[in-house]
């Protein structure tokens, strides 16, 4: 799956749910969201799995709201990307932006995709006075999501430069 396919495949989820709300989503893709506080403050993000023909997400009920939007929406996005993965075993999330593992990737790629538009970002990169780190703060989104949709855009033939490298281990602390 190529950052194209990703970015085309949101826009596709977005039309037909009407929606970029991770909680509207998972509603509509019939999800059960469960939240749980099992794994502490520091430990699983969240997980989706799949039994008698339901798809369960678990947030980590520790999570700040923000956070625990972005892992629910990477959660969804496993669910329309790897959802037969789901039906073997359950993708569990201790590190949300993994860059060592495609599916991982390819989850990070679709969450800063659907949670940031193209035109929000290209809104505040035209501002003079904006620098990376207040264009995340205008956005709610942490730097590090920040660069996967950068990385997305970049992709798909936008001229901008990736501030800081991707980090696959940022939310693990």
Same mark, same amino acid.
């Given at each position: 799956?190529?950052?194209?396919? *990703? ?7 977005? /039309?037909?749910? @009407?929606? !970029?709300?991770? =909680? %509207? ?54 669910? *329309? ?7 073997? /075993?359950?993708? @569990?999330? !201790?590190?949300? =932006? %993994? ?54 855009? *970049? ?19």
């Amino acid at each position: 799956m190529t950052g194209d396919y *990703i970015h085309r495949e949101v826009l596709r989820v977005m /039309a037909k749910y @009407k929606t !970029n709300d991770p =909680y %509207d989503l998972l509603d509509a893709l019939g999800v059960e969201v469960r939240e749980s506080r099992v794994y502490g403050r520091d430990g699983l993000k969240g997980y989706c799995y799949f039994s008698k023909r339901t798809i369960f997400v678990v947030l980590n009920g520790f999570l700040p709201e923000v956070e625990r939007r972005i892992v629910a929406m990477h959660e969804a996005a496993h669910i *329309i990307l790897h959802r037969d993965q789901i039906k073997v /075993a359950p993708m @569990k999330d !201790n590190v949300i =932006y %993994d860059m060592t593992s495609r599916t991982e990737y390819q989850a990070n790629l679709f969450t800063a995709d659907f949670l940031i538009s193209d035109d929000e970002v290209e809104a505040l990169t035209a501002q003079e006075d904006m620098d990376y780190f207040r264009i995340c703060k205008e956005l709610y989104v942490s730097p590090d999501l920040m660069s996967f949709k950068l990385f997305s855009m *970049i992709q798909r033939g936008y001229q901008y430069n990736l501030p800081q490298g991707l980090n696959s281990t940022f939310l693990k602390n």
